[in-house]
């Protein structure tokens, strides 16, 4: 692999350096004119383009021997078009000076441009996904958007989140991280709305200036931030119906006056839907009195009110200085109605029968704020301060009423207070989190750039938990549960660096690291048997070397590692209700995983391809079964793997029918292969898994458009779990009416029925119990399909509205680009 790579290296010099054009743009008046779009043109055909930057600058490189023109266009200005210019061996760098753009003096109306970015862009750390192209982001979820994204698969069982088949990925929202659990998260999702989300970039090898936690990658969920110049905004209504009905609204309203920009956003959602989980198997439990075979059914009936507000302000002391501040807070309340039957038959003739009605709220609290400092020292130095606050609070509370009775029509089980006919449970958690860091960025000389921060983040977590029994009219604490308080403090500190060279016109070189030092602790007084105090400090280096061979084409070579440390609720010991015979708690020997990374992508004229090969060390399993204190109960808990290898190719491909159908797939998939030693027999399991993603679209006559979308999750194993495979099939129409009237959106999501997930349990090895299980959910959708129409219409000034202050009044431009 060595040699391999010295050869690569060698190699990638020995291509000739292609040519460059460049040049600086003003008006006439001798002002930069920033963000115009620049495009060079070989007979009559785009081969290469990008944006000035704020000062009205642009260089493009990796232009190949020919004759072209250069083009320059920008909302406000006439269109400028050079004469002919030669690129050859003899004159490689060709600076064209300052090009004056003269302005259109023609009143301009409002300018609606259609042209929509790509569905999916590569980057350097892996892919960004353009969501607000798609008809059926509007009146969706953030969660249910994610879902639909490349490589992306939800694990409705234990609500993790995979990443290209890997586990253990991370969220943010704005580049701030969610240090939530997983069920949390997925909560958290599932009431933000899509109508704010602007695109979600997924990083399977993030670079040095990101948190180095999740061993899968981090997926970034970037929202909208409108910088058109004056007062502008949109609104969106929804109204929907599956098994139950759904609505949702959304407005949003901005101000940009050149030296203040506010934004604010406000969304609310109502969905009444449906679940059904089902198990059946054999099991030996010994609370219930050995081996038994079941047969479980639990159907549910959630309903879910979100509101959520943002806002935020951006203020330009001066030409050098910006400062500002932005928040996001949500309010939730999931109400729960479930139904559960089990029937346990006991050899030889025993049998048990279990009912019970679950009725549970859950109040959730979720608040991010953040204030920046921003500043340019000189033309080629910028240093930037932030300051963020975070804060997540759930309160939950279910009552139980059961029965758990034997052949005589008697309580089950040898008197404990686990089968108790009236139970609840209690579940309050505070999370709390801040944040300080600060990042410089500087030319060192004409081809090294450096860039450098460092950042502390303090997070302090609260619970409150435990499982009671109505006992002579009195709630009593259950004998396998925790009726108490436990805090804990996690502390990290970071710093990083990162040189990028400029090696020549087409080759770039980013040598980083991160360093990272964490320590877990409970507080004072905690139980020992809940007590943790763990440190770790671990360096993560981050090498990326790129080539560009053309306009349009390069590749890029890189190596990564990342870190998952397990949360609190994966390491304390404490224990919360899941039926008769299982109890959830966590794992205080549990250790962090961390990857190795090496990936090569390569793109060509949109077409992308990488090829990833990792290494995990210790990966985190959640929910698998193990034993605990109470003989014969069953502990659902994580656990480590030892190791997991995968080998992951992923290929974007557009295809463009004609000018009305457009197509996009995106395959992800490969050879994986992990070892288990937790279970009483230790084994490896070796398998090959991936996705497929497909979008098409149809532009139709008189401003009507469709798109067909879906996905294919192939059958994958976790542990000592396989699950089958998976699909969905979404369908959306769009009618976009006359004189700026807006657009209506009908959508139907899984169109053919098929949000049934099954896995199977025991396949592989025995476990504690002799587990052999086959379990079963479906979604809402596995039903009927869901019905949304939408109302969309933006408000406010006009786009085309030339700007006098620099880099405003661009957005269009740059959507145009695809930026």
């Given at each position: 692999?060595?040699y391999?790579?010295?050869t690569?290296?060698?190699?990638?010099?020995?291509?000739?350096?292609?040519?460059?054009?460049?040049?600086?743009?003003?008006?006439?008046?001798?002002r930069?004119v920033?963000?115009a779009t620049?495009?060079?043109?070989?007979?009559?055909?785009?081969?290469?383009?990008?944006?000035?930057d704020?000062?009205?600058?642009?260089?493009?490189?990796?232009?190949?021997?020919?004759?072209?023109?250069?083009k320059?266009?920008?909302?406000?200005?006439?269109?400028?078009?050079?004469?002919?210019?030669?690129?050859?061996?003899?004159?490689?760098?060709?600076d064209?000076?300052?090009?004056?753009?003269?302005?259109?003096?023609?009143?301009?109306?409002?300018?609606?441009?259609?042209?929509?970015?790509p569905?999916v862009e590569?980057?350097?750390g892996?892919?960004?996904?353009?969501?607000?192209?798609?008809?059926?982001?509007?009146?969706?979820?953030?969660l249910?958007?994610?879902?639909?994204?490349?490589?992306?698969?939800?694990?409705?069982?234990?609500?993790?989140?995979?990443l290209?088949?890997?586990p253990?990925?991370?969220?943010?929202?704005?580049?701030?991280?969610?240090?939530?659990?997983?069920?949390?998260?997925?909560?958290?999702?599932?009431?933000m709305?899509?109508?704010?989300?602007?695109?979600?970039?997924?990083?399977?090898t993030?670079p040095?200036?990101?948190?180095?936690?999740g061993?899968?990658?981090?997926?970034?969920?970037?929202?909208?931030k409108n910088?058109?110049?004056g007062?502008?905004?949109?609104?969106?209504?929804?109204?929907?119906?599956?098994?139950?009905?759904k609505?949702?609204?959304?407005?949003?309203?901005?101000?940009?006056?050149?030296?203040i920009?506010?934004y604010?956003?406000?969304?609310y959602?109502?969905?009444?839907?449906?679940?059904?989980?089902?198990?059946?198997?054999?099991?030996?439990?010994g609370?219930?009195?050995?081996?038994?075979?079941?047969?479980?059914?639990?159907?549910?009936?959630?309903?879910?009110?979100?509101?959520s507000?943002?806002?935020?302000?951006?203020?330009?002391?001066?030409?050098?200085?910006?400062?500002?501040?932005?928040?996001?807070?949500?309010?939730?309340?999931?109400?729960?109605?479930d139904?559960?039957?089990?029937?346990y038959?006991?050899?030889?003739?025993?049998?048990l029968?279990?009912?019970?009605?679950?009725?549970?709220?859950?109040?959730?609290?979720?608040?991010?704020?953040?204030?920046?400092?921003?500043r340019?020292?000189s033309?080629?130095?910028?240093?930037?301060?932030?300051?963020?606050?975070?804060?997540?609070?759930t309160n939950?509370?279910?009552?139980?009423?059961?029965?758990?009775?034997?052949?005589?029509?008697?309580?089950?089980g040898?008197?404990?207070?686990?089968y108790?006919?009236?139970?609840?449970?209690?579940?309050?958690?505070?999370?709390?989190?801040?944040?300080?860091?600060?990042?410089?960025?500087?030319?060192?000389?004409?081809?090294?750039?450096?860039?450098?921060?460092?950042?502390?983040?303090?997070?302090?977590?609260?619970?409150?938990?435990?499982?009671?029994?109505?006992?002579?009219?009195?709630?009593?604490?259950?004998?396998?549960?925790?009726?108490?308080?436990?805090?804990?403090?996690?502390?990290?500190?970071?710093?990083?660096?990162?040189?990028?060279?400029?090696?020549?016109?087409?080759?770039?070189?980013?040598?980083g690291?991160?360093?990272?030092?964490?320590?877990?602790?409970?507080?004072?007084?905690?139980?020992?048997?809940?007590?943790?105090?763990?440190?770790?400090?671990?360096l993560?280096?981050?090498?990326?070397?790129?080539?560009?061979?053309s306009?349009?084409?390069?590749w890029?070579?890189?190596?990564?590692?990342?870190?998952?440390?397990?949360?609190?609720?994966?390491?304390?010991?404490f224990?919360t209700?899941?039926?008769p015979?299982?109890v959830?708690?966590?794992n205080?020997m549990?250790?962090?995983?961390?990857?190795?990374?090496?990936?090569?992508?390569?793109?060509?004229?949109g077409?992308?391809f990488?090829?990833?090969?990792?290494?995990?060390?210790?990966?985190?399993?959640?929910?698998q079964?193990?034993?605990?204190?109470?003989?014969g109960?069953v502990?659902?808990?994580?656990?480590?793997?030892?190791?997991?290898?995968?080998i992951?190719?992923?290929?974007?491909?557009?295809?463009k029918?004609?000018?009305?159908?457009?197509?996009?797939?995106?395959?992800?998939?490969?050879p994986?292969?992990?070892?288990?030693s937790?279970?009483p027999?230790?084994?490896?399991?070796a398998?090959?898994?991936?996705?497929?993603?497909?979008?098409?679209?149809?532009?139709l006559?008189?401003?009507?458009?469709?798109?067909?979308?879906?996905?294919?999750?192939?059958?994958?194993?976790?542990g000592?779990?396989?699950?089958?495979?998976?699909?969905?099939?979404?369908l959306?129409?769009?009618?976009?009416?006359?004189?700026?009237?807006?657009?209506?959106?009908?959508?139907?999501?899984?169109?053919?029925n098929?949000?049934?997930?099954?896995s199977k349990?025991?396949?592989?090895?025995?476990?504690?119990?002799?587990?052999?299980?086959s379990?079963?959910?479906?979604?809402?959708?596995?039903?009927?399909?869901?019905?949304?129409?939408?109302?969309?219409?933006?408000?406010?000034s006009?786009?085309?509205?030339?700007?006098?202050?620099?880099?405003?009044?661009?957005?269009?431009?740059?959507?145009r680009?695809?930026?």
């Amino acid at each position: 692999m060595k040699y391999f790579l010295i050869t690569l290296l060698f190699t990638a010099f020995l291509i000739p350096a292609f040519g460059q054009v460049s040049g600086i743009l003003i008006d006439t008046a001798n002002r930069p004119v920033a963000f115009a779009t620049v495009s060079l043109m070989k007979s009559n055909i785009q081969v290469s383009t990008l944006l000035s930057d704020e000062k009205g600058a642009f260089q493009l490189d990796g232009v190949i021997s020919g004759n072209y023109q250069l083009k320059v266009s920008m909302v406000g200005y006439q269109t400028w078009l050079s004469s002919i210019i030669e690129v050859s061996a003899m004159q490689r760098k060709i600076d064209l000076g300052r090009i004056v753009l003269k302005e259109n003096k023609q009143q301009l109306g409002e300018v609606v441009i259609r042209a929509n970015k790509p569905a999916v862009e590569q980057q350097a750390g892996g892919l960004t996904v353009n969501v607000q192209n798609s008809i059926l982001t509007k009146g969706s979820s953030a969660l249910q958007v994610l879902q639909q994204s490349p490589g992306v698969v939800l694990n409705p069982s234990n609500n993790t989140i995979a990443l290209n088949g890997k586990p253990g990925v991370n969220v943010m929202i704005d580049g701030k991280l969610l240090r939530l659990s997983p069920d949390q998260l997925v909560s958290m999702l599932s009431g933000m709305s899509a109508d704010n989300i602007e695109k979600i970039e997924l990083l399977n090898t993030p670079p040095a200036n990101y948190d180095a936690e999740g061993n899968a990658g981090l997926i970034n969920i970037v929202t909208k931030k409108n910088k058109r110049k004056g007062t502008n905004g949109s609104l969106t209504a929804t109204a929907g119906y599956g098994v139950g009905e759904k609505a949702s609204a959304a407005v949003s309203v901005n101000h940009n006056s050149g030296n203040i920009n506010w934004y604010s956003n406000y969304s609310y959602q109502h969905d009444r839907s449906y679940d059904k989980i089902f198990a059946d198997g054999t099991e030996n439990v010994g609370v219930v009195g050995g081996p038994v075979t079941f047969n479980y059914t639990g159907l549910g009936k959630p309903l879910t009110n979100d509101e959520s507000a943002s806002g935020g302000v951006d203020i330009h002391l001066n030409p050098k200085t910006t400062v500002g501040g932005n928040f996001y807070y949500s309010f939730g309340q999931y109400d729960q109605i479930d139904n559960n039957y089990g029937f346990y038959a006991l050899k030889p003739d025993s049998v048990l029968v279990f009912n019970s009605h679950i009725t549970g709220i859950n109040h959730a609290n979720n608040l991010m704020s953040s204030l920046y400092w921003e500043r340019t020292i000189s033309k080629t130095e910028k240093i930037r301060a932030d300051a963020d606050y975070l804060a997540y609070h759930t309160n939950i509370t279910n009552n139980v009423q059961s029965s758990f009775l034997n052949n005589q029509g008697k309580t089950a089980g040898a008197g404990d207070s686990l089968y108790s006919p009236l139970q609840r449970s209690l579940a309050n958690t505070l999370i709390q989190v801040g944040v300080a860091k600060v990042d410089y960025s500087g030319q060192l000389n004409a081809k090294w750039k450096i860039e450098s921060g460092i950042k502390g983040t303090y997070t302090h977590t609260s619970s409150s938990s435990g499982i009671e029994n109505l006992v002579d009219g009195q709630w009593i604490a259950n004998s396998v549960g925790l009726d108490g308080d436990l805090a804990y403090n996690e502390t990290i500190g970071a710093v990083y660096a990162m040189l990028t060279a400029q090696l020549d016109t087409a080759t770039n070189l980013v040598i980083g690291g991160r360093y990272e030092y964490s320590r877990n602790v409970t507080e004072p007084g905690t139980s020992a048997l809940y007590a943790i105090d763990r440190k770790l400090g671990m360096l993560f280096p981050d090498i990326v070397f790129s080539k560009k061979l053309s306009a349009d084409a390069g590749w890029q070579l890189s190596y990564t590692s990342r870190i998952s440390r397990p949360s609190y609720n994966d390491l304390a010991a404490f224990v919360t209700y899941n039926d008769p015979v299982s109890v959830f708690t966590g794992n205080p020997m549990l250790l962090p995983t961390v990857s190795h990374n090496l990936k090569f992508g390569f793109n060509k004229s949109g077409y992308l391809f990488s090829l990833l090969v990792s290494r995990d060390d210790h990966p985190i399993l959640e929910t698998q079964i193990t034993t605990g204190s109470t003989p014969g109960l069953v502990y659902l808990r994580p656990e480590n793997a030892d190791w997991q290898n995968s080998i992951t190719l992923q290929a974007t491909i557009p295809v463009k029918i004609s000018d009305w159908w457009n197509m996009s797939y995106t395959i992800t998939g490969g050879p994986k292969q992990y070892r288990v030693s937790y279970t009483p027999q230790a084994f490896e399991k070796a398998y090959l898994s991936g996705t497929f993603n497909f979008t098409e679209t149809f532009s139709l006559p008189k401003h009507f458009s469709a798109e067909l979308s879906g996905y294919y999750n192939s059958p994958s194993y976790y542990g000592n779990f396989s699950s089958n495979s998976n699909s969905m099939i979404n369908l959306g129409f769009k009618k976009e009416l006359e004189n700026n009237g807006g657009t209506f959106q009908l959508s139907v999501s899984d169109l053919l029925n098929d949000a049934n997930y099954r896995s199977k349990l025991g396949e592989l090895t025995r476990d504690a119990f002799s587990s052999s299980a086959s379990v079963g959910y479906l979604a809402e959708t596995s039903r009927v399909p869901v019905f949304k129409l939408t109302y969309y219409r933006s408000f406010g000034s006009s786009a085309s509205k030339k700007s006098n202050k620099t880099g405003e009044g661009t957005e269009e431009e740059q959507r145009r680009l695809g930026n």
